[in-house]
């Protein structure tokens, strides 16, 4: 304990939880003669709170659990509801916008208000809302909250303000669109059926007013009714009764016969002059048997009866297929032209699907040229003009979750030329076949704004794959795809480690590494792998080579003081070659790796290519520990990587191992714990506790593909976001796989004698490896899971001939400082406050064409804090933020500047130093859901907002911050949310953000000739005001519904409500009020010329009294 408190001397100077004025205490040590001291460091920050400010940009990808759809024909604008009460409307390509209930409730159905800017919803909790799409971000106008009945069924007829809403109970309800209030007119179920029924008729699954007569209202009910009722005389016209459940309802455009989907597979066809009994039976996909019975079919949950001007009609539907068939096909669409019939194969089951028209009006013929079809984890559009029905490609990134997300990273600002570049490569990979006409849905208007600059985003699935995403302008779009697989054998069902530990997800990516200026990336994978890829514009036939380590450590193998000072240095790479298998001590088990490298020329297509695998090998019979921290730094040619048992540096340049050491024995002899020895079998873990459990959260569903001994974490379900889990018996406690809900030790100096320190991040940087150090060097920070940070300086030969050849050395030099909590990031400014970029290597393309003339040599680019600074002549600022707290030092001399307590009874999750305003900031992410940002380098809090009362386990692997303040997540298994925590990009949001409405004029309806406008009904003179309205039906009963305003207000409801009557009403209350302030204007003009003229008057008599009088009598 003594030991432990001399190491806190000098990192006590600061207040707990406050801001530390800048003090050097006794642990600091002397500065040099050139090195400045805490004293010299005055950095003006510019970062005040009001530059903060937390709001949700937009969301990417597949709308998680959709319920239903919608879309706009004259807008051409479409609409999705989800389970979880989100709605995501969608236009051309940029105009994409999310909403979402509050109360959470899924969505049942959707409704525009055709060409008026408007949308109904009706949720599950049998509330219907109005919302406004004529701003960028809709709001909810009005509620209505039904208390005595169950929604389930609405219709809005198109030009109208009257919402038909049929019940659970059979009723149909009427709902003034533009108040929200219900009408007294009410269509009860037992006046719908004859008196002589018994039993219920069920809820009310469909409703639809005839083409031929507005006046006439059509409901279906679930048991296989059917009525039209007559709104004006408020009685039945006919009644048809079928023995099987009705599904959907859709007429021919002249109003004259409809069609029904049944629950048996069959469709029916009724005409209205004889409605005793259907004029046509059929059932698509059903035979009759030999014995004359008809092949039982599953049901037809959607019909779509089209007529089209040119052709047969079109029916279309999904379901229908026979059980004996089913069983191994997948869902159907089928479309029914003449008497072709075409069944389209669906990946994933239907939940609805759209025929497009590009008509409005019911009674005109419909003539489809498109089906949107939504299905439970994708959305396509079938192009109808063309006999082959190809799809359309879709603008939209739908495909984020192809295979489950495991990780994410985002950069900002990165290099001009790296978007195309990855899009001109990508452009080879995208599939053909594609419909030649362009995306239907193309409504809204989006404009490319100002603030803008080029974006990427990458993620990391479980099939191995890594996805390029261009971010740009709060757009995404698809760049490149990087199948890491492709670098191994494919495992043989049975053989191979890989098999016994994960059975479908071998190749699953964990983390990502990537610089755009040298354009070098790095993959860590779930089989303890690390993959080097360069990037080429040229397709190479290359042969990947492959390090395989030994990286597991017991206690016992601490290095003791002499050994430390005989070998302080770690030059030899072949002290740390793997151990060969069959070798003596290893059993048939080990020295192997968990997957098998080609080891034959493999031919690689322009693009990021594989260049090193490095792969942990199993030891003792246990599989190797995942990594859990990565760097990789192209100028100095070295790749790092590190676990819950030691450090790994790889020179890529050399394709050799420069060490590999477990976590205690960087401490050498200054380890600041006392810590126990322990046997082997002590510090052994069963394979139960192996660290490959993390991944399976993200899946979507709830079959895990790790095995069952690997689930200590995986019950968590993607609804669930109680972070109450069992405490993981990783070998890493303070690791952040571990629960969120647990309170954590606010005191390093309790250590579980039977824990292992992990290493939790890396850092490649020129920093000073010693206090005596006067330049800087090449250096490898080392944070670890125990708040430990270490430093080790790095000897690197300068000449590019040398730097291949010769071996770089490289040790540790002790225990930099210590903090609450795992070690989540380093930083590094100079004495300025400017963020110091790592140095890297200028991209040259590695399979380029040479030019004799011109050797090709590295060319690198160092940031030196010597070099980059102005305000001191020597010296930097590190930044080290852990889970509790975060700390600014000073180098060389290792002087605690500030010291800041984060948190006290959370721990943080994220943590990132961005720009921000130009200025730098630290941003956090805590587990019990705040964001904060921090002043450097004096860690001033500057926000702290509560942005998720709760959080998930995935949305805590994915958070991530990048430059220009901002962030995404991870928010549903298919979804990205973006968001800003700058005040300047929220005021430039709405600039941003796409156009839902359009002014657009109502298309004008079809002439009809005079015979058929003569007996084809009176649609056009039939008043719904006359008969709905309060004089007419009266009010309906106050217990019914509840009318809820808004939050928009009502003065704002007034102006962006929708409708025809609206905009009418409100024409004429301007009317009214111009007429008003003409009349006032008129009366004011006359109170003016009597004033004038009583004016007059008197000027006229004073003029007559002083006429006749002298000068001096005035």
């Known amino acids: 304990m003594k030991k432990f408190r001399k190491v806190l001397d000098g990192l006590s100077s600061s207040s707990p939880g406050g801001v530390a004025s800048p003090s050097c205490g006794s642990a600091a040590g002397t500065p040099t003669a050139h090195a400045p001291t805490p004293q010299d460091i005055h950095v003006q920050e510019t970062l005040v709170s009001e530059n903060f400010h937390i709001c949700k940009t937009v969301r990417h990808g597949f709308p998680y659990q959709p319920t239903c759809l919608a879309f706009d024909p004259v807008q051409k604008i479409l609409a999705i509801g989800s389970r979880t009460g989100g709605i995501r409307i969608l236009g051309r390509p940029g105009v994409d916008c999310y909403s979402q209930h509050e109360s959470g409730a899924a969505v049942l159905q959707l409704q525009f208000l055709i060409n008026e800017g408007a949308l109904v919803t009706a949720c599950a909790d049998d509330t219907l809302h109005l919302w406004n799409l004529r701003q960028r971000r809709p709001a909810i106008l009005h509620s209505l909250k039904f208390n005595r009945e169950r929604i389930t069924f609405c219709h809005l007829p198109f030009q109208s303000k009257w919402l038909y809403v049929g019940t659970e109970r059979g009723n149909t309800h009427i709902v003034n669109i533009e ?26 699954v469909h409703l639809s007013d005839s083409p031929k007569d507005e ?144 008509t409005p009006y019911s009674n005109e013929v419909q003539d489809p040229y498109a089906v949107v079809v939504l299905l439970e984890k994708d959305f396509i559009v079938v192009d109808l003009t063309q006999s082959n029905f190809p799809i359309f490609e879709n603008p939209y990134p739908m495909d984020i979750h192809e295979s489950p997300v495991t990780c994410t990273a985002y950069f900002a ?121 360069r990037f080429s514009k040229h397709d190479a036939n290359t042969q990947i080579v492959s390090l395989e380590v030994r990286l597991q450590f017991d206690s016992e193998d601490v290095i003791s003081p002499s050994e430390a000072e005989n070998n302080p240095c770690f030059s030899d790479p072949s002290s740390h070659s793997p151990q060969p298998p069959g070798s003596p001590g290893s059993g048939t088990q080990d020295s192997l790796p968990c997957l098998k490298v080609k080891n034959r020329p493999v031919r690689m297509p322009p693009g990021y290519q594989a260049e090193l695998v490095v792969q942990l090998q199993w030891v003792d019979g246990e599989p190797p520990q995942q990594i859990t921290s990565l760097d990789i730094n192209s100028a100095y040619g070295l790749l790092a990587f590190g676990n819950c048992n030691g450090l790994t540096v790889v020179d890529f340049l050399q394709k050799t191992i420069l060490m590999c050491m477990g976590t205690l024995d960087l401490y050498g002899a200054a380890d600041p714990y006392q ?84 290493v939790t991040t890396l850092q490649f940087g020129e920093s000073y490896g010693r206090k005596g150090d006067a330049l800087p060097t090449a250096c490898l920070w080392v944070g670890t899971s125990l708040g430990v940070v270490l430093l080790l300086p790095i000897s690197i030969p300068t000449e590019e001939e040398e730097r291949m050849e010769e071996p770089i050395t490289m040790g540790p030099s002790g225990t930099v400082l210590m903090l609450k909590g795992s070690v989540l990031r380093f930083a590094f400014l100079d004495c300025g406050g400017a963020l110091i970029q790592s140095p890297y290597e200028v991209w040259r393309d590695p399979n380029g064409p040479e030019d004799p003339d011109r050797p090709r040599r590295r060319k690198l680019v160092n940031f030196s804090p010597s070099s980059s600074q102005e305000a001191c002549s020597d010296g930097h600022l590190a930044v080290v ?47 019990n859901g705040h964001i904060m940002t921090l002043s450097l380098p004096s860690l001033r809090p500057l926000m702290d907002i509560n942005y998720l009362p709760l959080t998930d386990l995935r949305i ?83 217990s019914l519904a509840q009318h809820i305003p808004g939050p928009m207000g009502l003065e704002n409801m007034k102006t962006a409500a929708g409708g025809v009557v609206g905009d009418l009403a409100r024409a004429r209350i301007a009317l009214d009020q111009r007429g008003e302030r003409l009349g006032e204007l008129e009366e004011r003009t006359a109170l003016m010329m009597n004033s004038a003229e009583t004016f007059s008057t008197h000027a006229h008599q004073v003029m007559l009294k002083q006429k006749d009088k002298k000068w001096y009598q005035l």
């Open 179 to 204: 108040s929200f209030v219900l009408s007294g007119y009410v269509i009860m179920w037992n006046k719908a059926i004859e008196l002589a029924t018994k039993a219920h008729p069920g809820p009310v």
């Open 215 to 358: 006046g006439k209202l059509l409901i279906g009910f679930e048991s296989g009714t059917v009525v039209q009722w007559d709104l004006r005389a408020k009685k039945v016209d006919f009644r048809i009764y079928y023995d099987e459940a009705i599904h959907s309802v859709s007429w021919h455009h002249e109003g004259k016969q409809f069609m029904c989907s049944h629950s048996d597979g069959s469709l029916t066809m009724w005409n209205l002059r004889n409605t005793a009994r259907p004029i046509q039976i059929t059932y698509p996909h059903g035979k009759i048997l030999k014995d004359g019975r008809k092949e039982s079919c599953k049901p037809i949950l959607k019909v779509e009866y089209k007529t089209s001007r040119n052709s047969e009609p079109y029916v279309i539907f999904s379901g229908g297929l026979s059980y004996d068939k089913s069983g191994g096909r997948r869902p159907t669409l089928t479309i029914m032209h003449g008497k072709a019939i075409t069944v389209l194969e669906m990946d994933h089951p239907i939940v609805e699907f759209l025929v497009l028209c590009d």
């Open 413 to 533: 600002e990165c290099p001009p030329d790296i978007i195309p570049i990855l899009y001109s490569i990508g452009a080879k990979q995208k599939k053909t076949g594609y419909s030649h006409k362009e995306w239907p849905v193309s409504g809204g208007t989006w404009t490319l704004g100002s603030q803008t600059y080029p974006e990427i985003i990458v993620t990391g699935h479980a099939d191995g794959t890594v996805k390029f995403w261009d971010a740009s302008a709060i757009t995404l779009q698809m760049l490149y795809k990087l199948k890491t697989s492709k670098v191994f054998e494919k495992p043989k069902v049975g053989e191979g480690r890989a098999g016994e530990l994960v059975e479908e997800d071998p190749y699953a990516v964990q983390m990502v590494s990537w610089c755009p200026h040298s354009r070098l990336f790095c993959v860590v994978g779930i089989s303890a792998h690390v993959i080097l890829y």
């Open 675 to 758: 810590r126990l020895t322990r046997s082997p079998r002590k510090n052994r873990q069963s394979t139960s506790d192996f660290c490959m459990r993390g991944l399976s959260h993200f899946y979507s569903d709830s079959k895990k593909r790790i095995r069952t001994s690997y689930q200590s974490l995986t019950e968590l379900s993607d609804n669930q976001v109680s972070m109450d889990m069992e405490r993981s018996k990783s070998p890493t406690s303070e690791s952040r796989e571990n629960s969120f809900s647990r309170s954590r030790s606010s005191s390093v100096s309790s250590i579980d004698r039977d824990t292992k320190e992990s």
């Open 881 to 927: 933020c852990s889970e509790k707290q975060a700390k600014v030092i000073l180098m060389p001399t290792q002087a605690v500047l500030f010291t800041h307590n984060i948190t006290e009874s959370s721990f943080l999750l994220r943590a990132d130093v961005v720009s921000v305003c130009n200025s730098v900031c630290l941003a956090c992410f805590c587990a």
């Open 956 to 1038: 805590a692997r994915t958070f991530v911050f990048t430059n220009g303040g901002q962030a995404l997540y991870l928010s549903s298994p298919t979804e990205i949310q973006r968001l800003t925590y700058s005040q300047e990009m929220t005021d430039n949001l709405q600039d941003m953000l796409g156009e839902l409405f359009t002014p657009i004029e109502t298309p004008e309806a079809q002439n009809k000739g005079f015979l058929k406008g003569f007996f084809g009904g009176n649609a056009q003179t039939f008043d719904r005001e006359e008969l709905f309205g309060e004089a007419a039906a009266g009010k309906a009963s106050r």
